[in-house]
């Protein structure tokens, strides 16, 4: 709460949040409208394709009831490969054996997906 910001808005007033910004809102009058516009792959939208919360959806399912240095392992892995800014990631490794290291088609997506999606129907 010490880092907590608070804004009174009047009619037509607009407030933008940052993506990932957790808030909470509080109507002061017995009627009020609100409404929401998610940029860059909201859940639910046809945008979502690429959000991010679907991978922390699978993480929370994958990952977090396990033992505390399983979890650590998998976090410097998420680093390394995803959070990182290393240009230089694939340098060792030839350009045709990238797979979902190198730049992905469309086609390579999809087929990632698909892998996906039939390991969750599995389960």
Known sequence: MKAAQTAELEPGDALYIPPLWWHHVESLQACNILVNYWWGG?????????????????????????????????????????????????????????????????????????YLANKLKSQ
Do not use: C
């Not at 919360?53 to 994958?62: K, R, V």
């Open 42 to 114: 909201a859940v639910g939208t046809a945008d979502s394709i690429h959000s991010g919360f679907d991978s922390l959806m699978l993480a929370l399912i994958n990952l977090k009831r396990r033992a505390p240095a399983y979890r650590q392992a998998w976090a410097t892995v998420f680093q390394h490969y995803v959070f990182d800014e290393n240009e230089d990631l694939t340098a060792h490794i030839p350009p045709h054996r990238h797979g979902v290291l190198g730049d992905m088609s469309t086609e390579q997506e999809q087929q990632v997906r698909n």
